[in-house]
C-alpha cells in the first residue's frame, strides 16, 4: 500500500530529513510543511512557509508562527495526505492543532514535554492543548512517554530513532596508534554534561598522566567559547581536539576511531549519539539518566555513572582504559545490541506499519 505521507516539521532537521527519505525510498509519496527553508535540496518537495521566525528568538515571538494556520490548513487540504505526522507538541504541534486539520499523529522530540511546559502555565496549557487535538502520539523512547504523559491520558507508541549500522560501523576504525582516544559528538550545551567530561578529563590527566590520553569533541553550540576556555583553564590544550559541526558521515568514522564514548547528559529524550557509538563498535560511558540506559545495555554495552559526578565519571574512564578486554567486549555487545534494537530500517518498518493502521482507520 502506497502512501501519500505529509510531515508538518522542520525540514532543516537532519531527523526530518532522514523520515522523508525513507519513505520516498519505500515508495510513499512524501512532502514537507515547514516553517523554514532546509539548507539543501534532499530530494523531497517542501512548503516552506514564509516565516523569519529564527530558533533563537523567544517563545512569545515564535507565536507569529501560528500565523500561518490558514495556509497550512490550504496545504493539507490540497494535499489530501493519507497520513500527517506533526513533529514537536510546541510550535508545529501548535500550529496543527490551530488550523483546523483532523486526524494527524503528533511526535514528540524532547525538548517539547522536557522543557517548554516548565516555563509557565501558558507553555504547559499550550502542550496539553496539543496534544490533546493530536490523534495518535509517537515518542523516540520510553522515557520520554513518560514524561509527556503527565500532560496527557493518551498512550504513546514508541517510535525510536535507527541508526544506519552500514554507515556506523568498527569496519571504519583505521588507528594504528597507542593512543587511548575518547570523547563525544553532542551539541555543546550545558544539558549534556560536557563541562563534567572535560574536568573527568583533567582528573584522569592528573591521577593518571602515564596514559597517552586523546580527547576529541564534535559539535557546536551557543555555550562552545564557554567550553574551550573551560579546557583551556584545566591544562587540556595539548591532548583535546575540538572538531566543530560535523557531517553524519564524519561522525561516522569519528565514532569508529574512538576507544570509548563520553555521554555524560544532565537530560537526555533519547541517546541517539549512544546508538552511534555502540553501532561503531564501541563501549560507552553514560550518565543515569533514563533516555541514556533506555537507549544502551547497561553493563553490557555501557557504564553508568551519576549525572554530574566527576569523580566517578573519572574513575570509569580509568576503569576503561586498563581493562582493554572489557572494553573491546562491551563494544562487541553494543553492536549487537543496536542490530537488534535499533537498526534503522526496523525501526522505520515499524513506523510504517503504525501509518498503515492508521491510515486504514481514518
Not at 522523508?20 to 509519496?29: D, M, P, R
Not at 533563537?56 to 495556509?71: I, T
Not at 523512547?141 to 541508526?163: L, Q
Not at 563541562?195 to 598522566?209: F, G, N, Q, S, Y
Request: glycine share 4%.
Amino acid at each position: 500500500m502506497q502512501l501519500k505521507i505529509c510531515f508538518i516539521a522542520p525540514a532543516n532537521s537532519v531527523h526530518i530529513q532522514k523520515w522523508s527519505l525513507w519513505f520516498k525510498k519505500h515508495n510513499h509519496e512524501v512532502f514537507v510543511i515547514s516553517l523554514m527553508n532546509p539548507d539543501i535540496d534532499f530530494g523531497v518537495k517542501v512548503y516552506a512557509l514564509e516565516s523569519k521566525i529564527k530558533a533563537s528568538d523567544s517563545d512569545w515571538y515564535k507565536l507569529k508562527y501560528l500565523f500561518h494556520v490558514f495556509e497550512v490548513r490550504k496545504i493539507v487540504k490540497e494535499l489530501n495526505p493519507d497520513i500527517i505526522n506533526v513533529h514537536y507538541a510546541t510550535s508545529y504541534g501548535a500550529l496543527a492543532a490551530l488550523s483546523g486539520i483532523h486526524n494527524y499523529v503528533l511526535s514528540v522530540w524532547g525538548s517539547d514535554v522536557y522543557e517548554f511546559p516548565n516555563k509557565s502555565i501558558l507553555h504547559k496549557l499550550l502542550v496539553k492543548f496539543s496534544l490533546w487535538r493530536a490523534r495518535c502520539l509517537f515518542s523516540t523512547s520510553k522515557a520520554m512517554a513518560e514524561v509527556a504523559s503527565k500532560y496527557t491520558n493518551k498512550k504513546f507508541a514508541i517510535t525510536p530513532f535507527g541508526v544506519d549500522m552500514n554507515l556506523f560501523s568498527n569496519k571504519k576504525r583505521n588507528r594504528q596508534d597507542n593512543n587511548f582516544i575518547v570523547g563525544t559528538v553532542k551539541t555543546l550545551s550545558p544539558q549534556y554534561g560536557i563541562a563534567t567530561m572535560l574536568e573527568a578529563i583533567a582528573k584522569v590527566k592528573h591521577d593518571h598522566p602515564e596514559i597517552p590520553l586523546k580527547v576529541r569533541i564534535a559539535g557546536s553550540g551557543s555555550h562552545e567559547e564557554d567550553y574551550h576556555a573551560l579546557a583551556h583553564r584545566l591544562g587540556l590544550d595539548e591532548c583535546l581536539t575540538w572538531l566543530g559541526f560535523i557531517s553524519q558521515d564524519k561522525a561516522a568514522f569519528e565514532w569508529a576511531n574512538f576507544d570509548c564514548a563520553i555521554i555524560p547528559s544532565e537530560s537526555e529524550s533519547f541517546g541517539v549519539s549512544a546508538v552511534e557509538a555502540q553501532a561503531s563498535g564501541l563501549p560507552v560511558i553514560i550518565s543515569d539518566v533514563p533516555g541514556l540506559m533506555e537507549a544502551t545495555d547497561p553493563g553490557n554495552t555501557s557504564v553508568v555513572v551519576p549525572r554530574g559526578n566527576v569523580n566517578l565519571l573519572a574513575e570509569a574512564i580509568w576503569q576503561m582504559y586498563v581493562s582493554k578486554d572489557i572494553r573491546l567486549k562491551m563494544g562487541m555487545n553494543g553492536r549487537i545490541f543496536v542490530r537488534e534494537h535499533y537498526e534503522v530500517d526496523n525501526c522505520f518498518s515499524l513506523i510504517e506499519s503504525r501509518f498503515m493502521e492508521i491510515a486504514n482507520y481514518r
